[in-house]
Structures are given as structure tokens and as C-alpha cells.
């Protein structure tokens, strides 16, 4: 049993490391991909840091020789090697200063050409992903990705980068002169190093465990914030406040225990730096003092390695906060890299087909679908619905009428069989002709910000004033609108707020309408309208749906009575099939429903 177990342990913890592997490559990749189009301005600003560099770290250097060299020439009335001395600090100073500026500059031109092209690579790519994405990954996490987690990696870009370029060099810069100088107080630095690494060894080893916790800590806080924010009229209605109120504390309490850990990792590390800074001054001047007193050493080169010592551990706590930075944006670029690597479910076709006018012909051919192998939602099974026939899907909750219609969307694809459009796979169909072809109203009615019209056009951006009033008046929504304070000017403000559940549905019906698809697809379309609007719009229905292909999934049966053929569903599979007429004066599941729904409105 032990030894079983072991071997598991070993193999989990190969797969882990193989995981971390594969992720870290991946991130490679998508940041290598970021700065490939940046070579030349890339090169240019390592150039201009590594020459600002040199010039900052030239100052003591340039006082020991104006001490050691300078003053006692000047005794002798030579000025010449004092002027130089004075001349080449200032000059150094100046050329820093003006690089430092045009570094600065270089390195916001490139983190912000980065997370331009990341911020679009993220939203274009999730546009792109499949619904089956999108209802599996919450909108809150989406969120982060596209706020919290391109944060991470402007600060990372914006200062992270500069506090190592900068403080690496610096350092490197700073050992090489100071061995140049004087090798024993290089030595004596070089000794300082050792606990220093210790130090940032502890510090890295702890800080990144530290701070994938407030990482995680935080996106649980913004994907609560957002599902509270998002879904406030279902918190009002059930009278959610006092829970989220709770849940929301103990989140914010854990971001801030998550906090903490790090800021006393700080509290250590800050005054560990110091410490060794000091030593390591104390004992170069220690050293460096006996020398001079014996003659081995000029005063000025002791005053340069003071100097230099003392200016090799600034970088270090900057570079300790670049770390900080680092594995946000590590754990950042990780998350988007994975969302960026995610594939559509439904992919575009390799060698489209186009279908420029669709009749409406729609054909099941051994169609199977499971969102896994263990849970089939439609078993195998045919069907054809010939073109400018409106069918009408009902049947009890689960029963997998709003999964056909996705199927027919293109929403999803069958794990088996086909589905054709007048002939034409729909995998096989250019995806403009298929969104031209095939419209599905939910019953959701989503409106975006801005006016009634821009919403109704959207089924048509390019439609007159006249086709989207001709849109309107058609589902009876033109009356509603011109009684709004702008008519079709009117901004439905966020989410359609400004109108009813009713006459969003109404909208969108004009939306789709607009769009003239050959088939129309209503989910639960008329769940929102009331019964005179439904009536106006069942009117309105039988003359759009006349020539077009119509299916229609409705719980409301008094919808069915405009439909010609009725498919009752249960448990994915067709188990009547006929006229509204012939099902109703028959004794199947239909006819039992039919006599449900009349005695419900007696």
C-alpha cells in the first residue's frame, strides 16, 4: 500500500511539473509573440540604458582622480586635471539625466505597444471562442482577465522592467568599477553578496507562495463584485444584501490577511538590505582606512569605493519589488496565455462553401449530441423540415428543445451526423452565409447602449431609417418607441433599462426581422410579452414567417396555434410529430398538454 501510494505521489508530481513546464512555455511563447514586432525598439533602448548606466555609475570614479590627481596638480597652479575631473562628473551627470529621459520614454512606447496588442488579442480571441466557452467560463473571470490581470502586467511594464534593467546593470556596473578601482574593497563587497543572496533567496521563496495567494484572493473578490453587480435584481428580489454582505467581508478579509503575509515579507527584507548595506560600508571603510593609513590606498579612490558600496544596494530593494511585480504578472500572463490558447469548439471551416441564397431547407442526418460521453442530451436521431415550414418544439423543461435550437444556430456541432442547410453541411458553410441564413431570437433580448435604432439595426447595420420603422411597425413595436422621449433616438440606456422586459423582446424581434433570414429561430421569444402583445405579435408572425423557415420553442401552447407542424420533445427525443390540429384531437403527450394549458386559462 505505502509503496503504491509513493509512486502515485512521484507520478502527481511529474504531471505537475510537466503542467508548470507546459504553462511557463506557453507564456513564453504569447510574451515572445508581443515582442517580436518590437525587435528594433527593443535593441535601441538596451542600447540607450546600458549607456545611461554607464555614464550614472562614472561620478565617483571621476571625484577620486579630481582628489587623487586634481587637487595635488592644482597645488602646483596645473588646473587641467581638476577642470577635466569637473568637466567629464557634469558631463555625465548631463548625458545620464538626457538618457534616462529617452529610456523612459522608449520603454512606455513598448509596454504600451504591448498591451494594446494584448487587450485586442483578448477580446478579438474571446469574441471568437465557441458559446461553449462562454458558458463554461464566468463573466467575472473574463473580467479580470481584460482588468486585474492586464494591470498586473502594465505595472510589470511600466516600472517592474526599469527597477531590473536599470538596478541589474547598476550593480554590475558598480562591482566592475569598483574592482577597477581598488580590488580589496571589490573583494569586500563581493563577500556581501552571500548573504544577500540568502536573503533574496528566502524572500523569493516565500513572497511568490505569498502573493499567488492575494492574487487569488483578489480575483474571488472582483468575480463576486461582478455576479453581485451583474445579477443585482435577482440579490433585490430575494433579498441577497445581508448574504453577499457577509460573503463579500470574508472575501475582503482574506485579500487582506493575503496582504499582509507579503508586507511582513517586506518587513524583513527592507531592513535585512540595510543591514548588509552598512556592514558591508563599515567594513570598506574599516579596511580601506587602515590602507590609507599606511600609504596603500589615496584617499580619493577610498572615498570612490565608499561611495560606490554604499550606492550597490539601492538597486537591490527596487529589484526585490521587481520580483513583487514579476509574479503578478507571471500568474497574470499565465491565465491570459491559457485563455488565448483555448480553441473554438466550433471552428470556422478550413475550405468555406457558399451559399449566397438559402431557401430554408433544413435536414438531421444520424445527429447525436453530448456535452460529455456520460451525458447525451440528443440521442441519434432524423429529421427534415422542408423550407418555409414553421415548426413548433415544445415539451417539458430539459427536455432538449433549446439544444436543437443551438444545434441549428451553429451554436454547438453534433459529436455525431450532420446538419444541412439546403444541402450544405453547416460545418462546411462560409460563417457569414450561415449568420445571414440562420437568426435566433432568446429570450433573453439583450440590447446594447446606445439607440433603439442602432439596436434594431444591428440584424442589418446598413438598413435606411425606413427599413428599420418598416422592422418595428411589423412586430408592433413602432407605437411603444415613438412614445419614447427621442422615438428611435432614444437611448435604452445599460442592458436596456430604459424599457420593459416586453419590449426589449419586441426590439430584438425587429432586430431579426431586419436581418430577413431564411430561418428564424424563437427560444422562448414570447415569454416576456404580455398576452395582448403576443397576440399582436403572433399577427405580426404570420405574415414574416410565411416564406421563411420558422422554429419555434414555446411553453406558451396558445404560440403553437400559428406553427405547422408540431414536434413534441422529451428526454432529446421527437415523440410526436404532426399538425397542431391532428396532435390535439389525438391522446398523445401533445393533446395532455393542450388540455393543461386550456384549463389553466379557464
Do not use: C
Not at 498586473?152 to 546593470?169: A, C, H, M, T, W
Not at 538590505?273 to 577610498?302: S, T
Not at 453530448?370 to 414553421?390: C, H, K, M, N, S
Not at 415569454?527 to 399582436?536: M, Y
Request: net charge neutral; aromatic share 8%; hydrophobic share 45%.
Amino acid at each position: 500500500m505505502t509503496t503504491v501510494t509513493g509512486v502515485e505521489g512521484e507520478e502527481r508530481n511529474d504531471f505537475n511539473k510537466v503542467e508548470s513546464r507546459q504553462i511557463r512555455d506557453r507564456s513564453l511563447r504569447l510574451l515572445g509573440s508581443l515582442l517580436r514586432p518590437l525587435k528594433a525598439r527593443v535593441t535601441l533602448t538596451i542600447v540607450v540604458v546600458v549607456i545611461s548606466t554607464a555614464a550614472q555609475v562614472a561620478g565617483p570614479a571621476l571625484i577620486a582622480y579630481g582628489i587623487d590627481t586634481g587637487l595635488p596638480r592644482m597645488i602646483k597652479q596645473d588646473w587641467l586635471p581638476l577642470g577635466l575631473a569637473v568637466a567629464g562628473y557634469l558631463a555625465a551627470g548631463i548625458a545620464g539625466a538626457i538618457l534616462i529621459s529617452w529610456y523612459t520614454v522608449l520603454t512606455a512606447r513598448i509596454s504600451q505597444a504591448i498591451l494594446i496588442d494584448l487587450r485586442k488579442r483578448v477580446f478579438l480571441h474571446t469574441q471568437r471562442l465557441s458559446l461553449e466557452f462562454h458558458e463554461s467560463y464566468t463573466s467575472g473571470r473574463i473580467i479580470a482577465r481584460q482588468t486585474s490581470d492586464l494591470d498586473s502586467i502594465r505595472e510589470l511594464l511600466d516600472s517592474g522592467i526599469n527597477q531590473l534593467v536599470q538596478g541589474g546593470l547598476y550593480m554590475l556596473f558598480i562591482a566592475g568599477a569598483l574592482f577597477s578601482i581598488d580590488f580589496w574593497s571589490g573583494v569586500v563587497l563581493f563577500g556581501s553578496l552571500v548573504p544577500l543572496a540568502f536573503l533574496l533567496r528566502w524572500f523569493q521563496k516565500r513572497s511568490q507562495r505569498a502573493f499567488r495567494e492575494t492574487r487569488t484572493a483578489s480575483a474571488r473578490l472582483i468575480v463576486h463584485f461582478v455576479e453581485t453587480m451583474t445579477g443585482i435584481r435577482a440579490v433585490k428580489a430575494f433579498r441577497k444584501e445581508g448574504r453577499n454582505a457577509v460573503q463579500f467581508a470574508a472575501l475582503t478579509e482574506d485579500y487582506r490577511e493575503a496582504n499582509l503575509k507579503t508586507i511582513r515579507l517586506f518587513g524583513i527584507l527592507d531592513p535585512g538590505l540595510v543591514l548588509i548595506g552598512n556592514v558591508a560600508l563599515g567594513v570598506v571603510l574599516l579596511v580601506g582606512g587602515l590602507r590609507v593609513a599606511e600609504g596603500g590606498l589615496a584617499i580619493g579612490v577610498l572615498l570612490a569605493a565608499l561611495l560606490y558600496t554604499r550606492s550597490f544596494f539601492a538597486p537591490a530593494q527596487d529589484m526585490a519589488m521587481f520580483y513583487n511585480s514579476y509574479q503578478s504578472a507571471a500568474a497574470a500572463l499565465e491565465k491570459i496565455s491559457g485563455v488565448l490558447e483555448e480553441q473554438p469548439s466550433v471552428p470556422d471551416p478550413i475550405k468555406p462553401v457558399d451559399l449566397w441564397e438559402a431557401n430554408g431547407e433544413l435536414a438531421f442526418r444520424g445527429v447525436e449530441f453530448a456535452y460529455t460521453p456520460e451525458r447525451v442530451i440528443l440521442p441519434r436521431f432524423d429529421l427534415e423540415i422542408p423550407a418555409g415550414q414553421t415548426i413548433a418544439l415544445v415539451g417539458s423543461t430539459g427536455a432538449g428543445k433549446s439544444t436543437l435550437a443551438k444545434l441549428i444556430s451553429r451554436f454547438y456541432d453534433p459529436s455525431d451526423g450532420s446538419i444541412r442547410l439546403d444541402g450544405v453541411d453547416l460545418r462546411s458553410l462560409h460563417p457569414k452565409d450561415l449568420r445571414r441564413a440562420i437568426v435566433m431570437v432568446t429570450q433573453e433580448a439583450y440590447l446594447f447602449s446606445g439607440s433603439v435604432g442602432d439596436n434594431i439595426a444591428l440584424g442589418k447595420p446598413d438598413a435606411t431609417n425606413e427599413e428599420i420603422i418598416a422592422a418595428a411597425k411589423a412586430v408592433g413595436a413602432h407605437e411603444f418607441i415613438m412614445a419614447l422621449p427621442d422615438g428611435y433616438d432614444s437611448d435604452v440606456n445599460k442592458r436596456g433599462g430604459r424599457v420593459s422586459a416586453g419590449q426589449r423582446q419586441l426590439i430584438s424581434f425587429a432586430r431579426a426581422f431586419l436581418a430577413d433570414p431564411a430561418v428564424l429561430i424563437l427560444d422562448e421569444a414570447t415569454a416576456s410579452l404580455d398576452i395582448p402583445s403576443e397576440r399582436l405579435v403572433q399577427e405580426a408572425l404570420q405574415t414574416l414567417l410565411a416564406d421563411r423557415t420558422a422554429i419555434i420553442i414555446a411553453h406558451r401552447l396558445s404560440t403553437v396555434a400559428i406553427a405547422d407542424r408540431v414536434l413534441v420533445m422529451e428526454h432529446g427525443r421527437i415523440v410526436e410529430d404532426g399538425t397542431p390540429r391532428d396532435l390535439i384531437s389525438g391522446t398523445g403527450r401533445f393533446a395532455k398538454l393542450h388540455a393543461a394549458w386550456r384549463d389553466s386559462l379557464v
